[in-house]
């Protein structure tokens, strides 16, 4: 894949206030994307909308604190800011993590004539080179037209985070979001969920198509299947602490078994939103694509060592950006 152009990247979605016992962290997706990547010198548009509240407050506060342009917020005064209480239901497991997403907040309102002008205004008049967008942001009506037409109106590569979450998305949504999209990012459990939806069992045996402790070269057949349907570019499946694998519609395959550096994990929230930010930056700033997935890996690994999906520490994103301008 080819560097873009223009240099340019709109994420559209949610930005919300996850609340973890005793603490207010802002989140949501495409906010914790667009966040990172603002903090790797991309320049990048974020599209969401917040209530005329506390939390919409205290996002602005958050954007403004990282330098992420704020034209792409559009405000609410009848819907509230987004929320999502987190509670880690067992202590013992830091991956285990139960969301209760509160329905109809202002990012299911996003307006799409403003968020035409936003970007053309952002992108001078230009087209964007990269859109992000996910799925959550799809569960209304209205932020889902708005999302529909924008891709259909960009020529930008399309990049999808499936981040499925129960009873949040229909899989008409699902299915509409995979056509869209040129590259697709997603987890294990997500990559099994379009395997039952897409991908016929075994004719013989009646088994899945895809055994996920087996080599990963091996799921290759089924995964094609899935790209040929949805005429993607790239498929990235996040595996957690067992690493990532990457296919793409030209044949290259990589594969990470296990983290690079030794982290102690606080929580792993936002890991996968830290994969899609460094693969993108990687896209951004012209990266081979191998330096890409290890950076993204290797960044991803080091947020599960944060409370949160992002840091408030400038610091914590400048060693990274000095580390690989150094390797370049």
Not at 11 to 25: I, N, Y
Not at 298 to 308: D, L, P
Request: hydrophobic share 45%; glycine share 8%.
């Amino acid at each position: 894949m080819t560097k873009p152009a223009n240099g340019a990247i709109v994420v559209f979605g949610e930005a919300l206030v996850d609340e973890f016992p005793g603490q207010k962290v802002i989140g949501g997706a495409p906010f914790n994307v667009a966040r990172n990547l603002a903090s790797f010198a991309c320049q990048t548009l974020l599209i969401s909308r917040v209530g005329v509240d506390h939390e919409g407050e205290l996002i602005r506060a958050d954007m403004q604190r990282c330098g992420l342009e704020q034209g792409g917020i559009q405000s609410d005064a009848k819907h509230a800011s987004g929320r999502v209480i987190v509670t880690q239901e067992d202590p013992l497991d830091k991956s285990s993590h139960r969301f209760e997403i509160v329905p109809f907040q202002a990012y299911d309102y996003i307006q799409v004539d403003a968020a035409r002008e936003a970007i053309s205004s952002f992108c001078q008049h230009r087209q964007a080179d990269l859109l992000y967008f996910g799925s959550l942001a799809q569960r209304g009506a209205t932020s889902r037209e708005t999302l529909q037409t924008l891709l259909k109106e960009s020529a930008a590569i399309k990049y999808l985070d499936l981040n499925l979450r129960d009873g949040q998305v229909l899989d008409t949504t699902i299915d509409i979001s995979l056509r869209m999209a040129d590259i697709v990012k997603l987890n294990e459990e997500e990559l099994l969920y379009l395997l039952t939806l897409y991908v016929p069992a075994s004719a013989e045996t009646g088994a899945p198509a895809l055994d996920l402790n087996a080599d990963r070269l091996s799921w290759k057949p089924a995964i094609d299947i899935l790209m040929q349907q949805f005429d993607l570019r790239a498929l990235i499946i996040t595996l957690g602490a067992r690493g990532y694998a990457y296919f793409d519609a030209e044949g290259h395959f990589f594969s990470a078994s296990q983290h690079q550096a030794s982290t102690e994990i606080v929580d792993t929230v936002g890991g996968g939103d830290a994969f899609s930010s460094v693969f993108l930056a990687g896209l951004y700033h012209g990266w081979p694509l191998a330096a890409s997935l290890r950076r993204a890996h290797e960044f991803a690994t080091a947020v599960c060592g944060i409370r949160g999906a992002v840091s408030p520490d400038a610091e914590f994103y400048q060693k990274w950006v000095q580390r690989w301008a150094e390797e370049e």
